[in-house]
């Protein structure tokens, strides 16, 4: 079965400080990965998704980037972090290709982020 | 562009009740709609997909239909109960700049008390 890891479970960070999340899924290959933020009272934003290792399409403009290294693991990074970047932060899966209509997404369990 | 408004933004109910959670779209063009669980703190479960050519999709208490035409979609939840207590999100999935996407609502915060 497959199943999907975020670290870490909660975070408090400086202003201006650099972040790292990490996200790993398991049992599954060449998976579609997503990152959403998710802030207090509002629903959930798509930062970026990948379709591959290396492959990385942003989906607004910010402070925030994405990388792929491996095949199952993407991390959301920032060299200097704003207040505004506080929330809960979402890695989740999708099977097959991006492009394919149909496929379904599952969630990890989240990074809470909170920026001081 | 496309927005997904869940109406009502929060609900407390007693135990026993049976409910409907309403999920509305700008966009007719989706590929499918996806209702999901979110607990506080919590990521996301799913709990129930229904595609774009379908009308409802049931599982266990749950139902859920669809109206594309409209851009509507309701979440029916029978017989509530405490564990029930939740945010139900939804969400659509559509093709957009080369690749299908979902977008979520806001959720509807859901108190079930014994």
């Known amino acids: 079965s497959q199943t999907i890891h975020q670290w870490p479970a909660t975070l408090v960070q400086p202003v201006g400080s650099p972040l790292s999340l990490e996200c790993t899924v398991e049992?599954?290959?060449?998976?579609?990965l997503y990152w959403y933020r998710q802030a207090a009272g509002r629903g959930l934003q798509l930062l970026f998704y990948?379709?591959?290792?290396?492959?990385i399409s942003s989906e607004v403009p910010q402070n925030l980037s994405a990388s792929r290294p491996q095949d199952r693991q993407f991390i959301l990074s920032s060299k200097k972090l704003l207040l505004s970047d506080s929330g809960f932060y979402l890695c989740?899966?999708?099977?097959?290709?991006?492009?394919?209509?149909?496929?379904?997404?599952?969630f990890g369990p989240g990074t809470r982020l909170t920026v001081l | 562009k496309q927005e997904v408004t869940q109406i009502p933004a929060a609900l407390s109910v007693p135990e026993g009740e049976n409910l409907v959670l309403n999920c509305s779209f700008t966009?007719?063009?989706?590929?499918?709609l996806q209702w999901f669980r979110q607990d506080p703190g919590k990521g996301l479960t799913s709990l129930l997909l229904?595609?774009?050519?379908?009308r409802e999709q049931t599982s266990g208490r749950l139902n859920a239909s669809l109206d594309k035409s409209s851009g509507r979609s309701t979440l029916y939840i029978a017989a509530s109960q405490p564990g029930d207590s939740a945010t139900y999100l939804c969400?659509?999935?559509?093709?957009?700049?080369?690749?299908?996407?979902?977008?979520f609502g806001a959720g509807t915060r859901l108190a079930v008390h014994p």
């Open positions: 969400a659509v999935r559509r093709f957009s700049g080369g690749y299908n996407k979902l977008i």
């Open positions: 989740a899966w999708g099977r097959g290709q991006a492009q394919q209509g149909n496929n379904e997404q599952f």
């Open positions: 229904i595609q774009s050519s379908q």
């Open positions: 966009d007719s063009a989706i590929y499918n």
């Open positions: 990948s379709v591959g290792i290396g492959q």
């Open positions: 049992g599954t290959s060449n998976p579609n």
